[in-house]
């Protein structure tokens, strides 16, 4: 895929956008089985980038588990998105504490301002906690081109747990959370993107609060939980 090929969207205006083999859509978001580098050259243009996408997991000897840079073995990747972009738009993208310092600096070396948002876990999982201090965090880098006018009034740079629905997928965000970002960047009727959509809670905060929403998912059994999400009551937080 190149940024020559993602200068070449259908018709934003037709929804869903056509030429794809949809799995689910309706009159607000549209779902795709399939790996994200098939689908992004064959996008319009979106108002805002909001993704979680995979790292790698490898086992040491000695039983801890470390995270190491992968993001579905093409560290590229999501820097390859951000031509689907409107210009000054917000781009979230979620990740490891170990991937923040190399995320910030690629977006930075495009020209997009940045900042570090930390999601503070009340009820962290306990893994290796005889052994490690227990990550009670996770991070999300924002990032914005200079001259956007989104920011939701003034945002802190930190997210607490709040009440949310059930957990479908092991990595899954608080829906009150997401609700949180696409509210602070972009506005009603605007397009949102999420390459590594899981269990679809972008695509659920995102039909909650009136945006249109694209979601790619290569395992089709997220594809199908997200799809009987997307078909429930809209349902909104307090946030």
């Not at 390859?80 to 409107?86: A, G, M, R």
């Not at 940045?114 to 876990?121: A, E, N």
């Not at 965000?173 to 997401?178: E, F, G, S």
């Not at 696409?182 to 809670?201: R, Y």
Request: contains cysteine.
């Amino acid at each position: 895929m190149t940024s020559n090929e993602l200068q070449k969207p259908t018709n934003q205006k037709q929804w869903p956008p056509a030429g794809i083999k949809w799995y689910y859509s309706d009159d607000a978001v549209a779902i795709a089985h399939a790996d994200c580098r098939e689908i992004l050259p064959q996008l319009p243009k979106v108002d805002l980038v909001l993704t979680d996408p995979p790292y790698g997991i490898s086992q040491e000897d000695n039983g801890l588990r470390e995270l190491t840079y992968d993001f579905t073995d093409n560290p590229e990747l999501v820097f390859e998105i951000l031509p689907l972009l409107k210009p000054t738009n917000a781009f979230y993208i979620w990740c490891h504490s170990k991937q923040a310092s190399f995320i910030e600096q690629e977006l930075e070396k495009r020209k997009y301002l940045t900042r570090c948002l930390v999601w503070v876990k009340q009820n962290p999982t306990v893994m290796n906690g005889d052994k490690l201090w227990v990550q009670s965090t996770e991070l999300c880098i924002y990032g914005k081109i200079c001259g956007g006018t989104h920011n939701g009034g003034l945002q802190y740079g930190h997210f607490v747990d709040s009440p949310d629905t059930p957990r479908y997928h092991p990595t899954q965000k608080p829906l009150a959370i997401i609700e949180r970002q696409i509210l602070a960047s972009s506005n009603v009727g605007e397009f949102i993107l999420d390459p590594f959509m899981g269990s679809g809670t972008t695509l659920r905060a995102a039909k909650n609060l009136g945006r249109k929403a694209i979601g790619i998912e290569i395992e089709e059994k997220y594809c199908e939980i997200a799809a009987k999400r997307m078909a429930q009551t809209v349902m909104s937080l307090d946030i």
